[in-house]
């Protein structure tokens, strides 16, 4: 019984996007409340953690992923809204398949957490605020490379969202490869 109701009213479902967006919004209120507090941004924009490595900044990102399209709050929110409603249908058409619906609860855990700074943050994207707040911030060493790579800065929405979307495409992935099996054994049958 369970298996056939849908989506959109599983526990798993809403249970991991209710935790990410919890874990991004209080870590973001912690970075940015620490780093306000530990950081003298006139010297240094980020705080190290691991020096080398990983360190937290203050990033205030007007844009998308890997700060694309910056300054473009309000277009950005409203994609972010009209992705929530798709993420909304497309768990409300899965019937079975736990990956899936961990994987969309976690996109959907990182939109909603991304969509509160839009909305929220400043005074939100109506009153000249709605950045999203990005704290997370690594160098990542390649051979041969004097210099280290430096990631874009994210948060754990970013991360979730990436995570939910790596999951989501196993799963597709696995599920084509079950039914092409399936179809494959029954022209096999037939024969």
Do not use: C
Request: aromatic letters at 16%; glycine letters at 10%; zero cysteines.
């Amino acid at each position: 019984m369970g298996k056939s109701r849908p989506g959109l009213f599983r526990p798993l479902f809403w249970g991991t996007a209710g935790i990410l967006v919890l874990l991004d919004l209080s870590t973001k209120a912690w970075a940015f409340s620490f780093l306000s507090k530990s950081t003298d941004f006139r010297f240094s924009p980020r705080h190290s953690v691991i020096d080398g490595f990983f360190y937290l900044a203050k990033v205030e990102n007007k844009g998308t992923v890997w700060g694309l399209f910056q300054n473009g709050t309000l277009p950005l929110t409203l994609v972010r809204i009209l992705m929530v409603a798709a993420l909304l249908f497309f768990a409300y058409r899965i019937r079975s398949g736990g990956t899936k619906l961990l994987a969309l609860g976690m996109i959907l855990g990182g939109a909603l957490g991304n969509l509160y700074d839009n909305l929220f943050w400043q005074g939100g994207v109506f009153q000249g605020g709605g950045a999203v707040r990005d704290f997370l911030d690594f160098y990542l060493p390649i051979p041969f490379r004097e210099q280290p790579y430096h990631w874009p800065t994210f948060n754990i929405a970013d991360a979730s969202i990436l995570v939910g979307a790596f999951l989501l495409f196993l799963a597709m992935h696995r599920e084509d490869r079950h039914n092409a099996k399936s179809s494959g054994d029954r022209v096999e049958e037939k024969k």
